[in-house]
């Protein structure tokens, strides 16, 4: 989030406290003190990658990384590998550096890839115990697939990765789909290891879920115990997406690929390759296929209980993110690096980045950049070391814009991290508070239940960076300005809701079902519940706003001085002079024809109050063949869920329109695949109280409507498009963190 951001109201910001937790990357420093270095390049017809996907290890300025060597493939478009991973020829090589990552030689076949068919790979049972603590010792783990029923493998070796003993089979799958593990390990005693492995735990034609887990072992690789989940927890398949009364199901969402680190005897923090995808018509709704981020998990109890901790480290929009490669510097601050990837489409150039924390993880610096001369989305995958002098050894897979024709290699930068900030280096515990918009007082401390502040405006000015607020249950209607990366999680099982929309109240019967109040402020959105109801227009639409197949096909031109617009078969209503029009014609189809209806002839509405040119109407580019409606007439209301705002008064069809007082409610959700809220048949007294299938009576009293402050600044223009409709409401539910409903209310002002 800009640190230009204004007071919002909280939906608009929700995100930058708790979804993003940390201000989204500036402008990132470049290191002045980095020498990059080509690790090794491929044979002809070869390509190298994933060092994130082999490991890496150290003794003292001897490395050792292990990557994948695969035939290169030219494979472009969006996200794709120029590489064959799964030929059966793939194989895990290694390389090694003994002067600190300055020089690199001694390449290796470590062993064949796993899952591919490859010739003489046959898994066994491994009997004798692996002595982990031996300094000589390391070990390896590889999946032999993605798709449900992947198994991990267990390796080692016993002479610092010159030869290798495996695959051992004795990693069960337990209750996971698939086990799909990395190389992150911690040696715990002379037969005990506890190993972070990524795992799929629910997957469907129309769901994923991913999470990583601690597995362990006590006597040395032979048998293993499952043990807590370390990323955050996915939603449950089913659950909309991000919260949102959309149609839209979560149809991805992960936090795997980890990379760990412990701070002390009892604290460990993870960070992790995470993100999440809606399913559905997604498009239509303005979503990408697919967000990243970086995600930050700690644990306090030695690794048998984790919370996420300090929000999104790095985040990476439309894309699949990238594995991170957390270290600790010997002053024990942290140091965390990626492959920031972009689309390969030229519109890099792609980067490796770094972000350093002096709080152990609860607040991070700016955005480093290692280098910023890659290619396309193809890099990344980093792995790193610390050397005994403090420098850092980042390791990845790589091509520059000068070698874009050409295999991806691997390359390592050997940089030191910059000083410290000024803020100092002492790590401070975070601390917990607690909200009650029922019984709390913003005099109280804050620290207690009995203590609990009212507002959410008191927390985010009292807490430091890395606190968390605890929230009850209650609607909290407010303007919020964040201070600092704080954590705002609903208490226990409470269901706080958040709020930058305002009530309406005094409703009269305007004429037979449509409704009128009030509003002395222009009114943009309007929402029962959280159910977003639809400005007025013609034509009228009944399902999805945003089908243009519900628009008005015509032609605008400019005939006899007038700009027009001809309709090609839908005759507008006479009476709706006066009205706005709003459309997109020509060629260019991005710039909106607009202007105010003097009068309506036949098929044929001629315009005034042109909101730009009048050459949009003759230039070819902008006019001719298009579509549009019209909108801003009371005449336009004539349908349940419309609204319409004029001279300080906002006019509602009910939802559902007028009833009788014997009416009864057999409703169901108009897409079985929607889940929807579902009331018993409920008789209604009162003809003229509105009523809808989902909300009971308080529901309508609490009709809301989205204030001016939280809008983009392009809603000026009459077209409904994605980035002008935001629901304003974040619920917390179960001991879960707040969670906007929606994500353009961040995006806005990114």
Same mark, same amino acid.
């Given at each position: 989030?800009?640190?230009?951001?204004?007071?919002?109201?909280?939906?608009?910001?929700?995100? $930058?406290?708790?979804?993003?937790? +940390?201000?989204?990357?500036?402008?990132?420093?470049?290191? &002045?003190?980095?020498?990059? &270095?080509?690790?090794?390049?491929?044979?002809?017809?070869?390509?190298?990658?994933?060092?994130?996907?082999?490991?890496?290890?150290?003794?003292?300025?001897?490395?050792?990384?292990?990557?994948?060597?695969?035939?290169?493939?030219?494979?472009?478009?969006?996200?794709?590998?120029?590489?064959?991973?799964?030929?059966?020829?793939?194989?895990?090589?290694?390389?090694?550096?003994?002067?600190?990552?300055?020089?690199?030689?001694?390449?290796?076949?470590?062993?064949?890839?796993?899952?591919?068919?490859? /010739?003489?790979?046959?898994?066994t049972t491994l009997a004798t115990p692996i002595a982990f603590d031996d300094p000589d010792t390391i070990v390896n783990f590889h999946w032999d697939g993605l798709a449900a029923g992947a198994r991990t493998y267990l390796y080692y070796s016993t002479d610092r990765g010159r030869t290798w003993h495996g695959p051992y089979d004795n990693i069960p799958l337990f209750d996971a789909k698939a086990v799909t593990g990395r190389t992150d390990y911690e040696v715990t005693g002379k037969h005990s290891l506890t190993a972070w492995f990524s795992c799929t735990d629910?997957?469907?034609?129309?769901?994923?879920?991913?999470?990583?887990?601690?597995?362990?072992?006590?006597?040395? %690789?032979? @048998?293993?115990?499952?043990?807590?989940?370390?990323?955050?927890?996915?939603?449950?398949?089913?659950?909309?997406?991000?919260?949102?009364?959309?149609?839209?199901?979560?149809?991805?969402?992960?936090?795997?690929?980890?990379?760990?680190?412990?701070?002390?005897?009892?604290?460990?923090?993870?960070?992790?390759?995470?993100?999440?995808?809606?399913?559905?018509?997604?498009?239509?709704?303005?979503?990408?296929?697919?967000?990243?981020?970086?995600?930050?998990?700690?644990?306090?109890?030695? %690794?048998?209980?984790?919370?996420?901790?300090?929000?999104?480290?790095?985040?990476?929009?439309?894309?699949?993110? !990238?594995?991170?490669?957390?270290?600790?510097?010997? !002053?024990? #601050?942290?140091?965390?690096?990626?492959? =920031?990837?972009?689309?390969?489409?030229?519109?890099?150039?792609?980067?490796?980045?770094?972000?350093?924390?002096?709080?152990?993880?609860?607040?991070?610096?700016?955005?480093?950049?290692?280098?910023?001369?890659?290619?396309?989305?193809?890099?990344?995958?980093?792995?790193?070391? +610390?050397?005994?002098?403090?420098?850092?050894?980042?390791?990845?897979?790589? #091509?520059?814009?000068?070698?874009?024709?050409?295999?991806?290699?691997?390359?390592?930068?050997?940089?030191?991290? /910059?000083?410290?900030?000024?803020?100092? @280096?002492?790590?401070?515990?975070?601390?917990?508070?607690?909200?009650?918009?029922?019984?709390?007082?913003?005099?109280?401390?804050?620290?207690?239940?009995?203590?609990?502040?009212?507002?959410?405006?008191?927390?985010?000015?009292?807490?430091?960076?890395?606190?968390?607020?605890?929230?009850?249950?209650?609607?909290?209607?407010?303007?919020?300005?964040?201070?600092?990366?704080?954590?705002?999680?609903?208490?226990?099982?409470?269901?706080?809701?958040?709020?930058?929309?305002?009530?309406?109240?005094?409703?009269?019967?305007?004429?037979?079902?449509?409704?009128?109040?009030?509003?002395?402020?222009? +009114? =943009?959105?309007?929402?029962?519940?959280?159910?977003?109801?639809?400005?007025?227009?013609?034509?009228?639409?009944?399902?999805?706003?945003?089908?243009? $197949?519900?628009?008005?096909?015509?032609?605008?031109?400019?005939?006899?001085?007038?700009?027009?617009?001809?309709?090609? @078969?839908?005759? /507008?209503? $006479?009476?709706?002079?006066?009205?706005?029009?709003?459309?997109?014609?020509?060629?260019?189809?991005?710039?909106?024809?607009? %202007?105010?209806?003097?009068?309506?002839?036949?098929? @044929?509405?001629?315009?005034?109050?042109?909101?730009?040119?009048?050459?949009?109407?003759?230039?070819?580019?902008?006019?001719?063949?298009?579509?549009?409606?019209?909108?801003?007439?009371?005449?336009?209301?004539?349908?349940?869920?419309?609204?319409?705002?004029?001279?300080?008064?906002?006019?509602?069809?009910a939802p559902g329109g007028e009833r009788s007082p014997t009416a009864r409610w057999d409703w169901q959700p108009p897409n079985p695949k929607t889940p929807g809220r579902q009331n018993a048949p409920t008789n209604r007294s009162n003809a003229q109280t509105p009523s809808y299938p989902w909300l009971d009576q308080e529901d309508w009293e609490n009709l809301q409507i989205l204030p001016d402050e939280i809008?983009?600044?392009?809603?000026?223009?009459?077209?409904?498009?994605?980035?002008?409709?935001?629901?304003?409401?974040?619920? %917390?539910?179960?001991?879960?963190?707040?969670?906007?409903?929606?994500?353009?209310?961040?995006?806005?002002?990114?």
């Amino acid at each position: 989030m800009s640190t230009a951001l204004r007071t919002l109201s909280l939906s608009a910001i929700a995100a $930058s406290m708790v979804i993003t937790g +940390v201000e989204a990357l500036a402008e990132p420093k470049t290191v &002045v003190d980095a020498t990059h &270095v080509v690790v090794r390049k491929p044979d002809p017809g070869r390509a190298f990658g994933w060092p994130a996907n082999g490991g890496i290890w150290s003794w003292g300025n001897e490395i050792l990384v292990m990557y994948l060597d695969c035939p290169y493939k030219d494979n472009p478009g969006f996200s794709n590998h120029d590489s064959e991973q799964s030929h059966s020829s793939s194989k895990w090589v290694t390389s090694r550096s003994l002067d600190g990552g300055e020089t690199w030689g001694d390449h290796r076949v470590a062993f064949p890839a796993l899952g591919v068919n490859a /010739p003489g790979v046959k898994p066994t049972t491994l009997a004798t115990p692996i002595a982990f603590d031996d300094p000589d010792t390391i070990v390896n783990f590889h999946w032999d697939g993605l798709a449900a029923g992947a198994r991990t493998y267990l390796y080692y070796s016993t002479d610092r990765g010159r030869t290798w003993h495996g695959p051992y089979d004795n990693i069960p799958l337990f209750d996971a789909k698939a086990v799909t593990g990395r190389t992150d390990y911690e040696v715990t005693g002379k037969h005990s290891l506890t190993a972070w492995f990524s795992c799929t735990d629910e997957e469907t034609e129309d769901c994923y879920r991913g999470s990583t887990y601690a597995f362990t072992t006590s006597d040395g %690789g032979i @048998t293993w115990q499952k043990g807590p989940r370390t990323s955050r927890e996915p939603s449950p398949c089913g659950s909309k997406y991000r919260g949102m009364d959309l149609p839209l199901a979560t149809k991805m969402e992960y936090g795997h690929m980890p990379s760990t680190v412990r701070l002390d005897a009892n604290t460990l923090v993870a960070t992790f390759r995470s993100g999440d995808a809606p399913g559905g018509n997604f498009r239509a709704y303005g979503f990408p296929f697919r967000d990243g981020w970086i995600d930050v998990t700690r644990s306090t109890d030695n %690794g048998k209980t984790w919370r996420p901790f300090g929000g999104h480290l790095m985040d990476m929009p439309t894309l699949n993110s !990238s594995p991170p490669a957390l270290s600790r510097l010997p !002053s024990g #601050r942290l140091v965390c690096s990626w492959g =920031y990837r972009l689309p390969d489409d030229g519109s890099g150039p792609t980067a490796i980045q770094a972000r350093t924390s002096d709080d152990n993880g609860a607040t991070w610096g700016d955005t480093i950049a290692l280098r910023h001369d890659g290619f396309d989305y193809d890099i990344g995958y980093n792995r790193q070391v +610390v050397r005994p002098d403090g420098k850092v050894v980042t390791v990845y897979y790589y #091509r520059t814009k000068a070698d874009s024709q050409s295999p991806t290699y691997i390359a390592a930068t050997v940089w030191t991290p /910059p000083a410290a900030p000024t803020r100092g @280096t002492a790590a401070r515990s975070p601390a917990f508070y607690y909200v009650d918009a029922v019984n709390g007082d913003d005099n109280n401390t804050g620290a207690s239940l009995d203590q609990a502040w009212r507002t959410l405006q008191k927390a985010a000015d009292t807490m430091a960076s890395g606190d968390t607020a605890y929230v009850r249950a209650g609607t909290y209607r407010e303007t919020v300005t964040p201070r600092n990366s704080q954590t705002f999680a609903a208490y226990r099982s409470e269901k706080p809701l958040i709020t930058g929309a305002d009530p309406v109240s005094g409703w009269t019967v305007h004429s037979g079902s449509i409704y009128k109040a009030t509003v002395n402020a222009e +009114v =943009y959105d309007v929402f029962v519940g959280t159910n977003y109801m639809h400005k007025a227009r013609w034509p009228n639409f009944d399902g999805d706003y945003l089908d243009v $197949s519900s628009w008005a096909k015509g032609n605008a031109s400019k005939v006899a001085g007038n700009c027009q617009v001809a309709f090609d @078969t839908l005759t /507008p209503p $006479s009476d709706l002079v006066g009205g706005w029009y709003s459309g997109i014609h020509g060629t260019l189809n991005f710039c909106p024809q607009e %202007g105010r209806i003097k009068a309506i002839n036949g098929q @044929t509405i001629k315009l005034t109050d042109i909101r730009e040119n009048d050459w949009w109407f003759t230039d070819p580019k902008h006019s001719g063949a298009g579509l549009g409606y019209i909108i801003n007439h009371l005449n336009c209301l004539d349908q349940p869920r419309e609204w319409h705002w004029e001279n300080d008064t906002l006019y509602f069809w009910a939802p559902g329109g007028e009833r009788s007082p014997t009416a009864r409610w057999d409703w169901q959700p108009p897409n079985p695949k929607t889940p929807g809220r579902q009331n018993a048949p409920t008789n209604r007294s009162n003809a003229q109280t509105p009523s809808y299938p989902w909300l009971d009576q308080e529901d309508w009293e609490n009709l809301q409507i989205l204030p001016d402050e939280i809008r983009p600044s392009n809603h000026d223009n009459g077209l409904e498009d994605p980035g002008t409709v935001c629901n304003p409401f974040a619920e %917390g539910n179960a001991g879960s963190l707040i969670q906007i409903s929606c994500p353009f209310c961040a995006r806005l002002y990114s």
